[in-house]
Protein backbone atom coordinates (compact mmCIF):
# COMPACT_ATOMS: atom_id res chain seq x y z
CA UNK A 1 0.00 0.00 0.00
CA UNK A 2 1.40 3.78 -1.15
CA UNK A 3 0.55 6.70 0.13
CA UNK A 4 1.31 10.04 -0.62
CA UNK A 5 3.24 12.25 1.41
CA UNK A 6 4.36 15.94 1.29
CA UNK A 7 7.55 17.17 1.51
CA UNK A 8 8.07 20.48 3.51
CA UNK A 9 11.72 22.76 3.40
CA UNK A 10 12.66 22.72 6.88
CA UNK A 11 14.52 26.07 6.64
CA UNK A 12 11.32 28.34 4.66
CA UNK A 13 8.83 25.80 5.42
CA UNK A 14 7.36 26.16 1.77
CA UNK A 15 6.06 22.51 0.84
CA UNK A 16 7.62 21.91 -2.53
CA UNK A 17 7.08 18.39 -3.61
CA UNK A 18 4.87 15.19 -3.03
CA UNK A 19 5.93 11.76 -3.02
CA UNK A 20 4.93 8.42 -2.41
CA UNK A 21 6.18 5.75 -0.19
CA UNK A 22 5.54 2.21 1.02
CA UNK A 23 4.06 2.33 4.29
CA UNK A 24 5.39 -0.65 5.89
CA UNK A 25 9.01 -0.48 4.94
CA UNK A 26 9.04 3.44 6.36
CA UNK A 27 7.89 3.97 9.04
CA UNK A 28 10.08 6.85 10.21
CA UNK A 29 9.68 10.21 8.52
CA UNK A 30 11.32 10.85 5.72
CA UNK A 31 13.93 13.60 5.45
CA UNK A 32 15.59 14.11 1.94
CA UNK A 33 17.45 16.88 0.64
CA UNK A 34 16.01 18.65 -2.39
CA UNK A 35 16.52 22.00 -3.99
CA UNK A 36 14.29 24.71 -2.78
CA UNK A 37 13.43 27.33 -5.06
CA UNK A 38 12.67 29.81 -2.19
CA UNK A 39 15.58 29.10 -0.56
CA UNK A 40 17.60 28.59 -3.92
CA UNK A 41 19.51 25.96 -2.53
CA UNK A 42 19.67 22.02 -1.41
CA UNK A 43 17.92 22.04 1.86
CA UNK A 44 16.59 18.99 4.09
CA UNK A 45 13.25 18.62 3.28
CA UNK A 46 10.80 17.07 5.95
CA UNK A 47 7.74 14.70 5.63
CA UNK A 48 4.43 16.84 6.79
CA UNK A 49 0.94 15.30 7.93
ZN1 LIG B 1 13.24 26.52 1.50
Known amino acids: ?9 TVCKNRN ?11 D ?5 KFCKTCRKHTPHKEIK
Open 29 to 33: RLEIK
Open 17 to 27: YTTTRNKKKHQ
Open 1 to 9: MRETITLEC
